[in-house]
T-cell receptor
Framework: GAVVSQHPSRVICKSGTSVKIECRSL??????MFWYRQFPKQSLMLMAT?????????EQGVEKDKFLINHASLTLSTLTVTSAHPEDSSFYIC????????????FGEGSWLTVV | SQQGEEDPQALSIQEGENATMNCSYK?????LQWYRQNSGRGLVHLIL?????REKHSGRLRVTLDTSKKSSSLLITASRAADTASYFC???????????FGKGITLSVRP
């Protein structure tokens, strides 16, 4: 079945550095992917919509210069957290639209980011 | 702001019992979906119900949708310890549109 893969699943980085998280659709093409952020015991908050070949659409309050999103191919979107700070520590999840109706969405397993 | 609001926030039941979780939303929707999330993991899609549907079944799951009340319920029958997880409702307003998630319900099924 369709699978969305995220890498890395866990990453620890030093404050001030940048870290990249990849989201891949393994056996289907995804023109649209979404990036979410989730704090412990809270819900998912949409950060941005990633569109293949064009700029991402960011939600209000999300800093586009801090959370860089690149959707260079139909199977890969990347989220780069630049100049990370401890408050950026969170669980980041991506999802990808599977079919043309847009109703089937698959989620990745998520990436835990810890900034120390 | 959160579109979906689930209640209860936490539910603890005995294995074999039924679990009912509710979700309310504020704006018109195209679809409503329920997802499950095990601790620290990604989301697993459970069931989708369209705005013109009132009830849907999938295995031990039963979902209802009342668009007049802007609410949905998820019933898990004959619960199992393995059903222990967080459950989220999510709504969208059209094809390819973003999902807006509720706060989630933590279900604990005691063996």
């Amino acid at each position: 079945g369709a699978v969305v893969s995220q890498h890395p699943s866990r990453v620890i980085c030093k404050s001030g550095t940048s870290v990249k998280i990849e989201c891949r659709s393994l056996d289907f093409q995804a023109t649209t992917m979404f990036w979410y952020r989730q704090f412990p015991k809270q819900s998912l908050m949409l950060m941005a919509t990633s569109n293949e070949g064009s700029k991402a659409t960011y939600e209000q309050g999300v800093e586009k210069d801090k959370f860089l999103i690149n959707h260079a191919s139909l199977t890969l979107s990347t989220l780069t957290v630049t100049s990370a700070h401890p408050e950026d520590s969170s669980f980041y999840i991506c999802s990808a639209i599977f079919d043309t109706s847009g109703n089937t969405i698959y989620f990745g397993e998520g990436s835990w980011l810890t900034v120390v | 702001s959160q579109q979906g609001e689930e209640d209860p926030q936490a539910l603890s039941i005995q294995e074999g019992e039924n679990a009912t979780m509710n979700c309310s939303y504020k704006t018109s929707i195209n679809n409503l979906q329920w997802y499950r999330q095990n601790s620290g993991r990604g989301l697993v899609h459970l069931i989708l119900i369209r705005s013109n549907e009132r009830e849907k079944h999938s295995g031990r799951l039963r979902v209802t949708l009342d668009t007049s009340k802007k609410s949905s319920s998820l019933l898990i029958t004959a619960s199992r310890a393995a059903d222990t997880a967080s459950y989220f409702c999510a709504t969208d307003t059209g094809a390819n549109s973003k999902l807006t998630f509720g706060k989630g319900i933590t279900l604990s099924v005691r063996p």
